[in-house]
């Protein structure tokens, strides 16, 4: 039993919100909207407990780097069963899809990493706001610690890890001795759902706020966003009647 | 100045995204390479060497890099970075890709220029990045030497005659109102036949008709074919995230309030498990 998992989990809009931009197009609008933790963060943090569950983990440390309400994402995480979390507090303007960039929050993870002696390092493949894909590779490369992406299975024996990663062909199967990042693809697991005793539990476990200044890191974002837009909306077409008329519709306008 | 392109490619064939992404290279001041790191894999050399606008092709083939893992295509870029000192280093979004450039990008301290989709493309960023010089690590490690820290066990390649979802030019997708995982055969007999590749909703993956890996959407693959069918899919959020740039959308659907028609360039409202028949034997005419 020699893991120490630590696993990120980011606080986002919730996926079934509509994304509407701000008509100053400086961001997408965040006010008023319900947050959940990121879907991918979720699976990271089941695979996690799991571990812990089968007695391959000796801790769960959950981390969430973000204003004060994070908090309430790091309640989850517990509630679904981490052991302890740690909250990386930033002013509450900041906004974690875009002020909040990888190379920032891998930096922080790595210290966090050092603190914690965490072996393993579980993150979502990508968070759904900002769509980087980029953090748990930075990290191993800050780190130098070998790295697993998209994984749809993970197995630990001992101080090796294999993992399968989804990759556009099919399925990769790799295998690295831990230390280790893994990046985790939505056919890994179905997270859980807390229950109510879980969740009364999780409000007695420890939460260890590190304000973020307190870290001496240069977090400053290395992307300047411009602007952000809407795409181009698209427009209802036509209709069509029978089978006949849309294949002559496709065989004029697609495959012409 | 110059720029270089990791080819996407399975040793013997070159990725089309490669192309997409030399010809973004080209907009770039400067000569654009590309590289190829594999083993046995002349043939791609030789395609990418054909590609507009590439200057010069950098071939790297050894035994340890044949399944091109994460540590020693980093390995391979570091030590051309450092030779080559490139002021742009490109990939396309291929999960190869993905998973080295982020992780060179942290070995070099190096920093991008892009337009970027956010929210799964329901918000496009325009974001810039000061111009610095990249700032390079003096750690010289072989590739050979480095070549250990993750080791390749196997590949389970999809073994399906349809094209693969993330990059075919037609796909078929279905939705809750297929009703059953026996029904999707329907839409795979479609799909042979307009060699398509196919695609599930997230609620009919969720119900278990498809596997996960076929899903569309937010959370799945998100994809941009040249026609996307989509049968009985209502067309929630999710799921128009993942497919609303491709170029042209048909949808079927028997509920006319259904919210894919919004976005549908061909719409028709009628009952799937008669049009799709239907449509197939049509298709068998051409």
């Known amino acids: 039993m020699s893991l120490r998992v630590l696993v990120g989990v980011k606080r986002v809009m919730d996926a079934y919100v509509k994304v509407r931009v701000k008509p100053n197009n400086t961001g997408v609008d965040l006010a008023n909207v319900k947050m959940s933790m990121n879907p991918f963060c979720e699976i990271a943090v089941e695979e996690a407990v799991r571990l812990k569950e089968q007695k391959l983990a000796a801790e769960v440390v959950a981390l969430s780097v973000g204003p004060p309400k994070c908090q309430e994402t790091l309640r989850t995480a517990l509630a679904m069963g981490a052991d302890r979390a740690i909250h990386v507090v930033t002013d509450e303007k900041t906004r974690t899809d875009m002020d909040l960039q990888p190379l920032a929050v891998a930096k922080i993870m790595q210290q966090i990493v050092k603190q914690t002696e965490a072996n393993l390092v579980l993150l979502g493949k990508q968070s759904i706001d900002d769509d980087s894909n980029q953090t748990g590779q930075i990290l191993s490369g800050l780190l130098s610690w070998p790295l697993g992406t998209f994984a749809s299975s993970i197995d630990v024996d001992g101080q090796k890890l294999t993992v399968t990663q989804e990759v556009d062909s099919g399925l990769t199967t790799v295998s690295m001795a831990l230390p280790a990042v893994v990046t985790v693809d939505l056919r890994l697991n179905e997270p859980r759902y807390a229950n109510l005793p879980n969740i009364m539990k999780a409000r007695k476990k420890p939460i260890e706020v590190i304000p973020l200044d307190t870290m001496k890191l240069d977090v400053a974002p290395r992307l300047k966003y411009l602007s952000v837009e809407e795409p181009p909306q698209r427009q209802a077409g036509v209709k069509v009647e029978t089978v006949q008329d849309l294949v002559a519709a496709l065989k004029s306008k697609v495959w012409s | ?286």
């Open chain 2, 1 to 286: 100045q110059a720029s270089t392109v990791l080819a996407d490619h399975d040793n013997k064939s070159l990725g089309t995204s490669t192309r997409s992404t030399v010809k973004a290279a080209s907009c770039i001041k400067g000569d654009v390479s590309v590289l190829v790191v594999g083993l046995d894999c002349k043939s791609v050399a030789e395609q990418a060497a054909k590609l507009a606008g590439v200057t010069k092709v950098l071939h790297v083939d050894h035994t340890a890099f044949q399944h091109q893992t994460t540590d020693c295509l980093s390995n391979v870029i570091q030590r051309l970075q450092s030779e080559h000192k490139y002021s742009h280093i490109l990939g396309s979004t291929s999960t190869t890709a993905k998973a080295v450039l982020p992780h060179v990008a942290a070995k070099l301290e190096s920093e991008d220029i892009f337009v970027r989709a956010m929210y799964a493309g329901n918000a496009l960023a325009s974001v810039q990045s000061p111009r610095k010089q990249t700032k390079l690590l003096s750690k010289k490690t072989s590739c050979e030497a480095a070549s250990g820290a993750i080791s390749w066990v196997k590949d389970e390649l999809s073994t399906s005659d349809r094209p693969e979802l993330g990059s075919a030019p037609i796909v078929v997708s279905g939705g809750r109102g297929m009703q059953s995982g026996e029904n999707f055969k329907i839409l795979y007999t479609l799909a042979e036949q307009m060699g398509a590749a196919v695609g599930a909703s997230r609620a009919a993956v969720d119900a278990g008709f498809a596997p996960n890996d076929m899903q569309v959407g937010q959370t799945g693959k998100v994809v941009a074919p040249q026609l996307y069918l989509a049968v009985d899919i209502s067309g929630a959020i999710q799921h128009l995230a993942g497919m609303k740039d491709s170029k042209n959308i048909v949808a079927i659907n028997k509920d006319p309030e259904a919210p894919i028609f919004q976005v549908a360039d061909y719409g028709m409202v009628a009952d799937l498990f008669k049009v799709v028949p239907d449509l197939t034997k049509e298709l068998q005419k051409k």
